[in-house]
Antibody
Framework: EVQLLESGGGLIQPGGSLRLSCAAS????????MSWARQSPGKGLEWVAA????????YFADSVKGRFIISRDNSKNTVSLQMNSLRVGDTAIYYC????????WGQGTTVIVSS | AIQMTQSPSSLSASVGDRVIITCRASQGIRDDLNWYQQKPGKAPKVLIYSASNLQAGVPSRFSGSGSGTDFTLTISGLQPEDFATYYCLQHHTYPPYSFGQGTKLEIK
């Protein structure tokens, strides 16, 4: 069974940094791209970032480009989202998902950016 | 970037009804579209992939159609557990990808 488990969320002040992680199991991790999406309180879903299976290609939404970094460790079956220069508008539940087309999702981790 | 316009934003229906939700892409995306169901406090779950393929384990009352720019999700014979929010996602060629704004399906 494919499982994804996010961690690393919390309360952070504007301008701060936070690193989210997603631990994957149940599939050959290095064969698949991994994606991140987020959902602000009471709002819809927003695609955030994705990384290819080897880690050689990365993509970002314009709203996070230059502030967020996505990376992966295929030896540990984990994907990470380093979030820098955080803004109040980055407050959301962050989900990791398998593959470009996000066919399986984790349960999410909550990030609150507030002073 | 490709924009997805989903409608309606909300919908009231009764158990047993047939409902249709649509997504329109700002440019052609072939069949690179998924449909998701999200219940309160839960992660989204894929229902339909590649526009018309039913995900394993999803009831057959859910169906998807379309290609290019216009897509529909149909639920035939609404069940109580179907009241949720539905989203489309376009994943055409390279990111950035984009979701529709969502459709909240409520009990009439």
């Amino acid at each position: 069974e494919v499982q994804l488990l996010e961690s690393g969320g919390g309360l952070i002040q504007p301008g701060g940094s936070l690193r989210l992680s997603c631990a994957a199991s149940g599939f050959i991790f290095s064969n698949y791209a991994m994606s991140w999406a987020r959902q602000s309180p009471g709002k819809g879903l927003e695609w955030v970032a994705a990384i290819g299976g080897s880690g050689g290609v990365t993509y970002f939404a314009d709203s996070v480009k230059g502030r967020f970094i996505i990376s992966r460790d295929n030896s540990k079956n984990t994907v990470s989202l380093q979030m820098n220069s955080l803004r109040v508008g980055d407050t959301a539940i962050y989900y990791c998902a398998k593959d470009w087309d996000m066919d399986v999702w984790g349960q999410g981790t909550t990030v609150i950016v507030s002073s | 970037a490709i924009q997805m316009t989903q409608s309606p934003s909300s919908l009231s229906a009764s158990v047993g009804d047939r409902v249709i939700i649509t997504c329109r892409a700002s440019q052609g995306i072939r069949d690179d579209l998924n449909w998701y169901q999200q219940k309160p406090g839960k992660a989204p779950k894929v229902l339909i992939y590649s526009a018309s393929n039913l995900q394993a384990g999803v009831p057959s009352r859910f169906s998807g159609s379309g290609s290019g720019t216009d897509f529909t999700l149909t639920i035939s014979g609404l069940q109580p557990e179907d009241f949720a929010t539905y989203y489309c996602l376009q994943h055409h060629t390279y990111p950035p990808y984009s979701f529709g704004q969502g459709t909240k399906l409520e009990i009439k």
